[in-house]
């Protein structure tokens, strides 16, 4: 398979695409052919440094993505071959998404909607979470409520405030430029 991988830390020009050996599932554990995958300030962070990770060079960045069940290894009981997942939280314990093929727990496979493309159920991965987080688990934000979104043309942000309008709020944002205004 190949990888984009970093064998030391630093900008982009530690990137290397190449081979790297095909991982095996372990228990609990699905393999997964990668049909997307993202690079968020987390990767970026890890490329340099400023998130150490337990894992030794060289390392697969990449936290999220979408892809296709290639097989399962043992105890898994709620994922099965050729289904279709998109996931979320790789990069740190194990390698990441930046693949053609990742090892995913069972507990991150999350079942992709048919409606949904591979690329936009893996730019799903850590901002709708973390945005649905702060809106309904922490503010508890109901319908008709007001909320302010700073920062909302990043990818959070983004989530926020969409979320936050199919919540049935009333949506305030803020973004450093007036291009950022006219994506929100």
């Known amino acids: 398979m190949k990888a984009a991988r970093i064998h030391q830390f630093g900008g982009p020009e530690v ?3 190449e081979d790297a050996p095909v991982p095996e599932p372990k228990d609990g554990q699905v393999l997964v052919r990668i049909k997307a995958t993202t690079v968020n300030r987390f990767d970026v962070a890890i490329r340099e440094h400023r998130f150490p990770v337990p894992r030794e060079l060289p390392l697969i960045l990449g936290t999220d993505g979408a892809g296709i069940v290639e097989c399962v290894g043992p105890g898994v009981t709620t994922v099965d071959a050729g289904e279709h997942i998109m996931f979320t939280g790789l990069g740190v314990g194990m390698e990441g998404s ?13 079942t992709k909607p048919a409606a949904v493309t ?8 850590q901002v709708f979470p973390t945005a649905d987080y702060a809106l ?23 989530a926020a405030v969409q979320l936050a309008a199919a919540s049935g709020a009333r949506v305030l944002a803020t973004v450093s430029s007036e291009d950022h205004a006219q994506r929100v």
């Open 136 to 158: 309904q688990r922490r503010a508890k934000l109901q319908q008709g409520e007001t909320v302010l979104v700073q920062g909302a043309a990043g990818g959070v942000g983004s």
């Open 15 to 17: 990137v290397v695409y």
């Open 118 to 125: 591979f690329e936009q159920a893996a730019a799903l991965g």
């Open 98 to 110: 930046h693949t053609d093929f990742a090892v995913v727990a069972e507990t991150q496979a999350v």
